[in-house]
């Protein structure tokens, strides 16, 4: 019976994925050029009629012979004293007054255009009018010339931008401060920038029928596997999606398990970690039009790393990433661990604390479970809030979110103290390891339901259900737990603690196997020994 | 091929130390068995070479037919015969998973959970185990990996922990009543391990097969290395007498943990680590069971059967005893020891000698 089903869902997939198929070649139908001016003009007229920022300008070139031409771009996209200075004056001024004119003549006026006239670095010449429609929509300028079937594509490209600020999400103290911005070009030259190589490539893609997003995938080649290279193009080809307009929805058509709550692709805002991320042999997806840059595989430690650990001195990193891990426990299991204890194993406790927590508790109308659920969901309820509200009501939320809901609930007699401190403890810690906060609320939650219904007992079965699931994850083909679990030893020792710089002279091995070898094994700087050998 | 992943040699070390341990750790049956004196830790050192030796018999017939499985194997060498032996090991996984699944309960319903009724347990624990069994032998390994180093951290810390506590001279006088039931000690401990047979089932998965001896050893090393010093601490710490009346002596000597009085009443933490241990347990001998089961009825997939047996199992946990003392009479080594013996040593050293007389093997390619 299962069987039958599972035939007929795969014949029912594979007509329709046929009927995709088809659907794309349809549209893919050639639709050369004419070379004739005026009906290139009325076609693209046609085209984008009823759209006032599409700005034609119709002139004429030469003056011995005449050659009737126009540029079509869209207005707000291109700089347009770009336009005026180095476009027009250069064909409809400039030519006149050079020799170029003399030779002109109805055959090579293309030719002598793009190799004489145009002082300009990106010109191209395209044959197919759906290009033409795509480059111009996409801020280039296209110039169309009487007699040619073929129009001059030029990139004049300016608008109005972002400039590079330092991100809100990765804030730190010490390193760049520097931010991707939602201009796909900014972003590329903030990562060439950090690796003048060669062989850091940027693969140019367009996903999405309706927005026709620019998305880059940048790699640096002889480091990043190409197994995986393949892949990311392989599932980023597969996107049928109607739209792109953020990284996010490239994210979920590509994770490797959507039905799971944990994310498997990672993002930043930042430059230095993208890089970095590269350099250990990852991909980058730059997505246009929003500066959160994807990176995969994802593993579930990155949570825990961050820049700093690694610009600053590895003592303090080590230990800062060892409280990182702590935050991250205390936080998932703080309010479950507090209903279990208070609910089912009072004795575990050692009895002054018992006695306290029970007078603090004493008189309040709800058992511990209902305190711990409903004081979880204010919190997220205040932590949405303070996200969303302008900035002139954030204060009130904080005043009436600490005052009200904590000070007076407890005075009041509704809510116990502990629980209380359990909450606003737990709600720090989840920010310490803020790219997956949002999955620890999930976690917390679901542990409370479990420590009411079992105590330690069930919050340990949910453990061994989250370990499981987590553990069988995959990004990209790599184990979503990888170093710990499965155990890659050369890999563990930047897991808890972070290493000196010279200590990890081999690449992980996890995500690529080309050129593991960072730099010579021992380089430990001693200064004292080298001065010795200079006398 | 039913199960596709493969696991490392050490996750195969892991995950059969923890699925030994975790019993021992809450009802540590060997005070009541033989040598019944304070000569308990030579048992236990003694247990190491005897633990290898019990191995041997399966060692040679998977290296008769390298690539297969238990069941596979037996078909091998008897035929349609081998159905009925196959049967039989079926079975015995089955049993066992039920019985490890009961002993969970029973721990659970004796110290935190009072009032609970034992089968919430069971069948929380049992889900948790069809779960990670459709998830693979791969995660399994995986799970155990993570969890295995924490509770053998956790155990070695006790030690440490209740080490001032000891009275070493509750251990004297050393062989009272010499050697002979101390070495019937030792073998008594070594014949309760069913190594032989994870070993005849998982070796086809064990991605370095060639260092296979180096694992055995290492794993019966560190069996030891666990029991020889619960053994000195519990009896050091309780006498040999109060140790033998209690139910779960282990988990008393971590309640019994009181450092300047500030480090006390650690056994939460304990029952959390047992806990997670005790899951890998029962998940790796019930994907066993599965597993054989499978491979018995030559299925392409055993993921059909996982709750079918899941519920099998749960059942039977239930059913075959009437009390933890009706449980405890079959895991004494009166029972237990013989029953396991046939399992994992008589039954593959008659397959061998069969084997051999009938010149039946596998060649490398």
């Not at chain 1, 990209?476 to 603690?497: H, R, T």
């Not at chain 2, 690539?67 to 015969?81: A, C, F, K, N, R």
């Not at chain 2, 347990?121 to 459709?134: E, H, R």
Request: charged letters at 20%; proline letters at 5%.
């Amino acid at each position: 019976m299962l069987k039958w089903f599972k035939k007929l869902h795969r014949h029912f997939i594979s007509s329709k994925l046929k009927q995709k198929l088809e659907h794309k070649t349809s549209e893919k139908t050639p639709n050369p050029l004419s070379s004739n001016l005026q009906e290139n003009l009325t076609k693209i007229k046609e085209v984008f009629s009823n759209a006032s920022d599409i700005v034609f300008r119709q002139f004429e070139i030469g003056s011995h012979t005449r050659i009737k031409a126009f540029i079509v771009y869209v207005d707000g996209l291109v700089n347009e004293e770009f336009v005026q200075m180095n476009l027009m004056k250069s064909l409809m001024i400039d030519m006149h007054i050079s020799e170029v004119d003399d030779e002109l003549n109805q055959k090579n006026t293309l030719n002598i255009i793009h190799q004489r006239i145009l002082t300009l670095t990106e010109v191209s010449e395209v044959n197919d009018f759906q290009e033409v429609v795509e480059h111009v929509l996409s801020g280039d300028t296209a110039l169309f010339l009487e007699g040619f079937a073929t129009a001059l594509i030029v990139n004049l490209r300016g608008w109005e931008t972002r400039n590079v600020t330092p991100p809100d999400t990765e804030v730190v103290v010490r390193g760049p401060r520097e931010g991707f911005t939602e201009t796909l070009r900014t972003s590329t030259s903030l990562l060439r920038r950090k690796i003048k190589n060669p062989n850091l490539k940027f693969e140019k893609m367009k996903i999405g029928k309706q927005t026709q997003t620019d998305v880059v995938i940048a790699y640096i080649k002889g480091i990043a596997d190409e197994k995986i290279v393949e892949e990311v193009k392989r599932r980023l080809s597969k996107i049928d999606a109607d739209a792109i307009l953020e990284s996010g929805y490239i994210e979920q058509y590509i994770e490797d398990s959507p039905l799971s709550f944990l994310p498997t692709v990672g993002n930043s805002e930042k430059p230095d970690i993208v890089a970095a991320k590269m350099l250990e042999g990852r991909v980058a997806i730059l997505t246009d039009g929003t500066p959160f840059v994807l990176t995969v595989p994802y593993l579930f430690i990155e949570a825990f790393q961050t820049s700093e650990d690694y610009y600053s001195r590895p003592f303090y990193a080590s230990i800062v990433r060892l409280l990182r891990f702590t935050a991250y426990f205390v936080s998932v299991f703080a309010p479950a661990l507090y209903v279990a204890l208070t609910t089912y194993h009072q004795e575990m406790l050692p009895p002054t604390m018992l006695i306290s927590i029970a007078a603090a508790r004493e008189g309040t109308p709800f058992p511990a479970f209902v305190e711990a659920m409903v004081m979880g969901i204010i919190y997220e309820i205040l932590k949405e809030a303070g996200i969303r509200l302008p900035r002139p009501v954030g204060q009130a939320v904080s005043i009436v979110g600490a005052l009200v809901i904590g000070e007076s609930a407890v005075s009041a007699g509704l809510i116990g103290a502990p629980m209380v401190i359990v909450v606003s403890l737990t709600a720090i810690s989840s920010y310490v390891v803020a790219s997956i906060s949002d999955t620890v609320s999930i976690m917390r939650l679901t542990y409370v339901l479990l420590a009411a219904f079992l105590g330690l007992f069930g919050i340990m079965i949910g453990a061994a259900f989250f370990l499981t699931h987590m553990v069988s994850l995959r990004s990209f083909g790599v184990p979503y737990l990888a170093p710990i679990a499965p155990i890659v030893s050369e890999d563990l020792k930047d897991v808890f603690l972070r290493p000196h710089l010279w200590k990890m002279h081999k690449r992980p091995k996890l995500f690529t196997q080309n050129d593991l070898v960072r730099q010579e094994p021992d380089l430990m700087p001693n200064p004292m020994k080298n001065n010795t050998n200079n006398k | 091929m039913l199960e596709k992943g493969k696991i490392s040699n050490n996750q195969f070390i892991l995950i059969f130390v923890i699925s030994r341990l975790m019993l021992t750790m809450a009802y540590l049956p060997y005070v009541n068995a033989p040598p019944w004196n304070q000569d308990l830790w030579i048992s236990a050192i003694l247990a190491f070479p005897i633990h290898i030796l019990l191995v041997l018999p399966v060692y040679f017939l998977t290296n008769r037919f390298p690539g297969q499985s238990l069941i596979q194997s037996v078909e091998t060498i008897l035929g349609s015969w081998g159905k009925i032996i196959g049967a039989l090991y079926v079975w015995f996984f089955l049993h066992r998973t039920a019985v490890i699944l009961r002993e969970l309960g029973e721990f659970l319903k004796a110290i935190p959970y009072p009032e609970t009724p034992i089968i919430v347990f069971i069948t929380a624990t049992a889900l948790f185990a069809a779960y990670s069994i459709y998830k693979g032998l791969e995660t399994i390994c995986r799970v155990a990996e993570i969890v295995a180093p924490l509770v053998l951290a956790s155990v070695f810390l006790v030690f440490i922990m209740i080490a001032k506590d000891v009275d070493i001279y509750a251990l004297t006088p050393v062989l009272e009543d010499g050697i002979i039931p101390v070495i019937y000690g030792g073998f008594v401990i070594a014949a309760r391990s069913t190594l032989s047979l994870f070993l005849w089932m998982l070796k086809p998965f064990i991605n370095e097969p060639e260092k296979i001896r180096t694992t055995v050893v290492l794993i019966s090393f560190i069996l030891t290395l666990h029991l020889t010093p619960t053994s000195i601490t519990t009896i050091g710490v309780f006498g040999l007498e109060q140790a033998k009346i209690l139910n779960f002596p282990f988990f008393h000597l971590v309640r019994m943990i009181n450092i300047g009085s500030f480090l006390e009443r650690i056994d939460a933490l304990f029952i959390g680590f047992w806990v997670l241990g005790m899951c890998i347990d029962i998940a790796i001998h019930n994907y066993l069971a599965v597993l054989s089961a499978a491979q018995l009825l030559k299925l392409k997939d055993y993921r059909p059967i996982v709750v079918a047996m899941g519920t099998v199992i749960v059942s039977l946990s239930i059913l075959q005893a009437e009390s933890v003392v009706e449980l405890n009479e079959f895991l004494s080594y009166k029972v237990l020891t013989w029953y396991n013996l046939f399992f994992t040593f008589a039954l593959p050293l008659l397959l061998l000698i069969v084997a051999v007389i009938g010149k039946k093997r596998i060649d490398y390619k």
